[in-house]
């Protein structure tokens, strides 16, 4: 293992966002490429939205995703624990070393006292901040305070000189930020709690992370959390803030952007593969060399690097998922596409209890070309099932109706009565030989034997169609066809 250390820190306060996961796996090929360590790191000081279920789920779809983490909550390590609740002594060990170096003041504010100020700030067209009003209390003043039963927080000391502080970020370059425009921040609320810019420092540096890789909104935060590093008189780990993930409409992705889902469990629900998933992320804000799309993630780790991370936005693109998805779809292993598929067909209501294995993988493969994400199979298969229905009955008839369709379907009914094995290999000999004793071929030929077939003018393959069904059922839907004509 090399010195390069990087963590995951997400707050379990909900489902895994597709920004964060991209976070993660960033992380995670960085790590990879380097030698280095992933960390998952619980950040659960808002205890009100944190929950043991949300964290679990992060851990799932983590799993899931095949972003297995070195160090951290369920699996250990020497620099634990991972959870922040778990932590709070650590904290308060280091939040007493700034109190005894006066760098940092408690502040006796009421939460609408805090309202007041800011009220006040918006009607002269000031910027809302903290006024630094209890910088300076007298020890009795404190006491009084405390003997109203006020519960202070603890606020740091932003230099009153102003001073510009540089963000070196490897992604978006030297960024500076006036100290001006940073107000006494809270490190520790009211019940003891740490915030988490104050958490966040204690933890990277006692973790010892080498690098930050996190997402955009989080650079406002760096200024604080660079300020809190200094006070200290420790190095800062290297920062790499990733771009925004933006909808195809170019505003944020949000559960309001629409076509795409912002959920991670909903891709896994609607049966994207993981591996396809994490292709596509990859290329979300990271561009390789080549102009390749499709990797596997063992290259994908090989060529991955933080100069190759984008400033600019990456933009959701679903079509292209939902393309990339299909393909490893139709690449992957038979078995694979089989068993992800059976959940969403029972779901459906099909029934799978008299149908063999062999079946249901021709089944699978002859669909599997069309769809781009598992439960979408569902659509497919239906025609594979019970009564055949015409789609469009008044045309399907029409077309019955036509020259010679009546000789095309007895014939065809004729050959598959004297077949012994409908494989679709067999099948496909036997409709060439049939085309050629016909006086009809093409698509005289073949369109009314898949409206007789399938009730729809298109579709998968018909000797795949025939072998799935059967010679009873294609009898069935050709005697069908035969007494509307
Ligand atoms: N808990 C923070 C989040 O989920 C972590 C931010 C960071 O990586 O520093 O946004």
Redesign the pocket.
């Known amino acids: 293992m090399s010195d390069i250390r990087v963590?995951?820190?997400?707050?379990p306060?909900g489902q895994i966002h597709i920004g964060?996961i991209r976070?993660a796996l960033f992380n995670y090929l960085f790590a990879k490429e380097n030698n280095g360590t992933f960390i998952l790191r619980v950040?659960d000081t808002d205890q009100e939205r944190s929950t043991s279920e949300f964290e679990e789920v992060i851990q799932q779809e983590m799993n899931w995703l095949g972003l297995k983490w070195d160090e951290g909550v369920q699996v250990g390590g020497e620099y634990g624990p991972y959870r922040q609740m778990e932590r709070l002594e650590l904290y308060q060990q280091y939040i007493q070393q700034l109190l005894d170096q006066d760098l940092v003041y408690r502040c006796y504010c009421t939460p609408e006292e805090l309202e007041q100020m800011r009220e006040k700030q918006r009607q002269n067209d000031e910027a809302p901040r903290y006024t630094g009003k209890c910088r300076n209390l007298t020890a009795a003043k404190r006491e009084e305070l405390e003997s109203e039963g006020r519960k202070p927080v603890i606020r740091f000391k932003v230099p009153q000189q102003e001073k510009e502080i540089i963000v070196k970020d490897l992604v978006k370059g030297d960024v500076s930020f006036s100290s001006e425009v940073i107000d006494d921040f809270v490190l520790v609320k009211s019940d003891g709690i740490p915030t988490?810019n104050f958490a966040?420092v204690i933890d990277?540096y006692l973790m010892e992370i080498s690098h930050?890789?996190?997402?955009e909104?989080?650079l406002s935060?760096t200024p604080k959390?660079q300020l809190l590093y200094d006070a200290f008189g420790w190095e800062a780990p290297q920062f790499a803030h990733l771009s925004m993930i933006l909808g195809s409409d170019k505003s944020k992705l949000s559960k309001r952007s629409g076509e795409a889902y912002v959920y991670v469990s909903q891709y896994r629900e609607n049966g994207y593969l993981p591996e396809a998933l994490i292709n596509f992320l990859a290329l979300l804000g990271w561009s390789p060399d080549s102009e390749e799309e499709l990797f596997t993630q063992e290259e994908i780790i090989e060529q991955f690097s933080l100069a190759g991370v984008t400033k600019s936005p990456a933009v959701f693109d679903v079509e292209k998922l939902n393309w990339m998805n299909g393909m490893y779809i139709r690449n992957a292993d038979l078995e694979q596409i089989v068993n992800l598929a059976i959940p969403y067909l029972e779901e459906a209501g099909y029934n799978l209890e008299d149908k063999s294995k062999e079946w249901l993988e021709l089944v699978v493969d002859t669909v599997r070309g069309s769809i781009d994400y598992i439960a979408e199979i569902t659509e497919q298969v239906d025609l594979f099932f019970g009564e055949i229905e015409y789609e469009d009955y008044d045309q399907v008839v029409e077309t019955f109706r036509e020259d010679q369709v009546d000789l095309v379907l007895e014939t065809l009914k004729e050959k598959v009565v004297n077949l012994n094995s409908l494989t679709p290999q067999k099948i496909k000999g036997m409709l060439k030989e049939a085309m050629n004793e016909l006086p009809v071929g093409g698509r005289l030929f073949y369109h009314p034997l898949r409206f007789a077939l399938t009730g729809q003018g298109s579709g998968p393959e018909l000797y795949n169609i025939i072998s799935i069904l059967g010679k009873e059922e294609v009898i069935n839907r050709l005697d069908k066809a035969l007494a509307l004509i």
């Open positions: 963590r995951f820190a997400p707050s306060t964060n976070t950040e988490y966040v990277d930050v890789i996190r997402g909104d989080h935060n959390q």
